[in-house]
């Protein structure tokens, strides 16, 4: 069964840098079609998604977040990351990893249990 | 950006009953090529992360109860729960993946 599960901080200043994890197991991130997103939930308010990548480093970014965002692979690790720069009391929000069933153009079937990020 | 525009935002319905909600695309979410609608529902419960339960706009995803369907056309469409039972208690999301994928602000299910 394949899991995903998210890590970082849990309290980012603001002006820093946030930096996440996704950790994959179960299945490996090479040689396949999928793409792996992130999407992210403030609190009380609706989803946002904010860009995958898959294992060739190819990469899709929400135009809203594009020019502070940065999306990594690591498939020694079965991995991808997420740095976001420039944070503000707005970025704080409850973080998912995710996968897309098949391309960046396909819903998310697999999802992590969420890391709850804050700027403050 | 597609706007995605759900309706209502919260809804009430005894046990049993139908529930429906509805969800708006700001432009159409079909790809003429294959002729498929790029939409999506999703059931997230309290805690937990959100759960895949249609896509194509009607296609079950594995595991799910037939009691769930999805329908629509044009930029409408609608999540129906034939009978409702107390463990669809959810936030229920609509998604397009036509585009830069975006969400709709989420419907809460509740019982009467």
């Known amino acids: 069964q394949l899991q995903l599960r998210e890590s970082g901080p849990g309290l980012v200043k603001p002006s820093d840098t946030l930096s996440l994890t996704c950790t994959v197991s179960?299945?490996?991130?090479?040689?396949?079609?999928?793409?792996w997103g992130w999407i992210r939930q403030p609190p009380g308010s609706g989803l946002e998604w904010i860009g995958s990548?898959?294992?060739?480093?190819?990469?899709y970014h929400n135009p809203s977040l594009k020019s502070r965002l940065s999306i990594t692979v690591d498939t020694s690790k079965n991995q991808f990351s997420l740095n976001l720069i420039s944070v503000t009391a707005a970025d704080t929000a409850l973080y998912y990893c995710?996968?897309?069933?098949?391309?960046?153009?396909?819903?998310?079937?697999?999802w992590g249990q969420g890391t709850l990020i804050t700027v403050s | 950006d597609i706007v995605m525009t759900q309706s209502p935002d919260s809804l009430a319905v005894s046990l049993g009953e139908r529930a429906t909600i509805h969800c708006k695309s700001s432009?159409?979410?079909?790809?003429?090529?294959?002729?498929?609608?790029?939409l999506a529902w999703y059931q997230q419960k309290p805690g937990q992360p959100p759960r895949l339960l249609i896509y194509?706009?009607?296609t079950r995803e594995s595991g799910v109860p037939d009691r769930f369907s999805g329908s629509g056309s044009g930029t409408d469409f609608t999540l129906t729960i034939s009978s409702l039972q107390a463990e669809d208690v959810a936030v229920y999301h609509c998604?397009?993946?036509?585009?830069?994928?975006?969400f709709g602000q989420g419907t809460r299910l509740e019982i009467k």
């Open positions: 990548i898959n294992f060739n480093g190819n990469t």
């Open positions: 194509w706009a009607s």
């Open positions: 432009q159409s979410v079909l790809y003429s090529s294959n002729n498929k609608y790029y």
């Open positions: 998604q397009q993946y036509y585009s830069t994928p975006t």
């Open positions: 995710a996968r897309h069933s098949a391309t960046a153009m396909a819903p998310l079937d697999y």
């Open positions: 179960g299945g490996s991130i090479s040689g396949t079609t999928y793409y």
